[in-house]
């Protein structure tokens, strides 16, 4: 079935360092695939998104490209500020399905000032 | 974008009681999801649960464990029964914002549940 595999482990790292989060999927199809950001004490939210091979997500500084040959989507940011710790999540859903979404486990960042 | 209102926000009970959570959305969607979140875990959908029909369990949930109701398009709750420690857990409900079209679910601020 349709999975999400995360590197493993918390994230430590200073302010303004360059931050990358691994993630590779398998599916079946194409999928649309999704980075979701959980503040503390807070629910999910959409970080960014990309529906098909090569296209580019986007926001507050974080950037992930869908690359169909390597069967990624990794996260990354030039720059962390300590407002950017939280933990992150890769997410895929597989249109012609049920359209649920299959969840990596997350990776916790912290920034450190 | 729909926005979401999940209450309780967070609750501790004694084992061997229910507790209900409510969801509320601005809009009326056709699907909503209910996810749960175990401590240090990613999250795994319960069911999905569609106005005017039975919700749709995922393997290892039961409707007797965790009973869903979905009276109208903007609302829907979801019941954990005879709760035990082990359903110690983050409860979000989402809804579908248009998968079809690319877009993510929006997820609710989450009921983070403690048995005792």
């Known amino acids: 079935g349709d999975s999400v595999t995360q590197m493993e482990g918390p994230v430590t790292l200073s302010e303004e360092a360059f931050l990358t989060i691994n993630c590779t999927y398998t599916a079946t199809g194409y999928p649309s695939l999704f980075w979701y950001v959980q503040y503390p004490g807070e629910g999910l939210q959409l970080l960014l998104k990309a529906t ?29 500020q300590v407002s950017d710790s939280a933990v992150y999540f890769c997410a895929l859903s597989a249109l012609g399905g049920n359209n649920r979404l299959a969840f990596g486990k997350g990776n916790q960042v ?3 000032p | 974008s729909a926005v979401i209102s999940q209450k309780p926000s967070r609750d501790i009970c004694q084992r061997g009681t229910s507790l209900t959570i409510q969801c509320q959305v601005d809009s009326q969607v056709t699907m909503m999801f209910w996810y749960r ?4 875990q990613s999250l795994t959908l319960i069911a999905t649960a569609n106005q005017g029909s039975e919700a749709t369990y995922e393997s290892g949930f039961v409707i007797d464990k965790f009973p869903i109701s979905r009276p109208n398009l903007t609302f829907s709750t ?3 029964s005879n709760m035990s420690p082990e359903d110690s857990s983050i409860y979000l409900c989402s809804v579908d914002r248009g998968m079809r079209q690319g877009y993510g679910y929006t997820f609710g601020s989450g ?3 403690t048995v005792v």
């Open chain 1, 52 to 80: 098909k091979a090569d296209d580019k997500g986007s926001n507050k500084g974080f950037e992930a490209t869908y690359r169909k040959e390597t069967t990624s989507f990794h996260l990354e940011k030039g720059s962390v």
């Open chain 1, 110 to 112: 912290v920034v450190i």
């Open chain 2, 37 to 40: 979140q175990q401590p240090g």
């Open chain 2, 78 to 80: 979801l019941t954990v």
């Open chain 2, 111 to 113: 009921t983070r549940l």
